[in-house]
């Protein structure tokens, strides 16, 4: 491709899903408050019991909040 050559947009372009996406963004968010919290950003837990129980309740504290 040359320099000077423009790029042509695509046939079709990706569609969007209004619902679909606040799904995501939803999640997102969530994981994105779940890494706020220190022992399960770093996954302190070694047991994957005990870090399993550490991500529910912090997600239940994150909703509740």
């Not at 939803?26 to 770093?42: G, H, Q, V």
């Amino acid at each position: 491709l040359h320099p000077t050559q423009e790029l042509e947009p695509p046939a079709n372009p990706a569609r969007f899903s209004a619902g679909l996406y606040r799904q995501r963004y939803k999640i997102e968010n969530m994981f994105a408050r779940l890494r706020d919290w220190r022992r399960i950003a770093t996954r302190y837990d070694q047991c994957p019991n005990l870090f399993l129980s550490a991500c529910a309740l912090a997600a239940t504290v994150i909703y509740w909040s």
